[in-house]
């Protein structure tokens, strides 16, 4: 079975600065897809970003990018400028490629609150 | 688009009753949708996948004779907590993945607050 662990309970920012999520991941499977979502007060989720396995290129969405390195089974979150608006819960997820009838689960990480200092 | 509600938004109720949480799929027709559990401050843990015009696909330790799942239409999965205790009180949420396009993402519904007295 797929494990995902966050080592970071909590995080904190200054409003502008830059703040790096740890999530490594543990499989034995070769093709598989990596998310982040971000999950704030109102307990929404929503999806940061994702990076398929098979892409060598890391996924960047605006201010946030990521850093995957496949060998190490590591999958962080880079947060630039940070906005108070990004304070929230986040979660890295991991879903496999393969078939089945519970094809598209996702396994996720235990979370990491971010608090945004102003 | 790929908006996906639940309802309700909250639920009270007493120790020994029956809950059922609705998940729909407003805006595209889902095949399979999951159903999670979250405590406070905790992760999502995936209780069942759902899949249409099928039997549920339950995870290791969810007592499927208790959180009864049906999922009657692409559009439409419910979550029935039977014979609820307050340890059941949590927050349910439920995703859907569209039957096609959208690069296999899923869509999270905005979660059902339990609260067994």
């Known amino acids: 079975a797929q494990t995902v662990t966050q080592s970071q309970p909590e995080m904190s920012v200054q409003e502008a600065e830059t703040v790096t999520l740890s999530c490594t991941y543990d499989?034995?499977?070769?093709?598989?897809?990596l998310f982040w979502y971000k999950q704030p007060p109102s307990r929404q989720m929503i999806l940061v970003i994702r990076?398929?396995?098979?892409?060598?290129q890391n996924a960047t969405e605006n201010r946030f990018s990521v850093n995957f390195q496949k060998a190490a089974k590591s999958f962080s979150l880079k947060i630039s400028d940070s906005q108070l608006g990004d304070a929230a819960m986040y979660f890295c997820?991991?879903?496999?490629?393969?078939?089945?009838?519970?094809?598209?689960?996702?396994?996720f990480g235990q979370g990491t609150i971010l608090t945004v200092h102003p | 688009g790929a908006v996906v509600s639940q309802h309700p938004s909250r639920v009270i109720c007493k120790s020994g009753t029956s809950v059922k949480i609705e998940c729909r799929s407003l805006?595209?027709?889902?095949?399979?949708m999951f159903w999670y559990r979250q405590f406070p401050k905790q992760s999502l843990m995936l209780m069942a996948t759902?899949?249409?015009?099928?039997?549920?696909?339950?995870e290791q330790g969810v007592e499927k004779d208790k959180f009864l799942i049906n999922h009657a239409s692409l559009t439409l999965s419910t979550l029935t907590v039977t014979s609820a205790h307050p340890e059941d009180s949590s927050f349910y949420i439920c995703?859907?993945?569209?039957?096609?396009?959208?690069?296999?993402?899923?869509?999270f519904g905005p979660g059902t607050r339990l609260t067994v007295l």
């Open positions: 995703s859907a993945r569209p039957l096609a396009g959208t690069n296999n993402e899923q869509f």
């Open positions: 499989t034995s499977e070769s093709d598989y897809y």
């Open positions: 990076q398929e396995a098979y892409k060598q």
């Open positions: 997820a991991y879903r496999s490629a393969m078939g089945g009838t519970s094809y598209g689960k996702l396994t």
């Open positions: 805006d595209f027709q889902a095949t399979t």
């Open positions: 759902s899949n249409e015009g099928s039997k549920a696909t339950y």
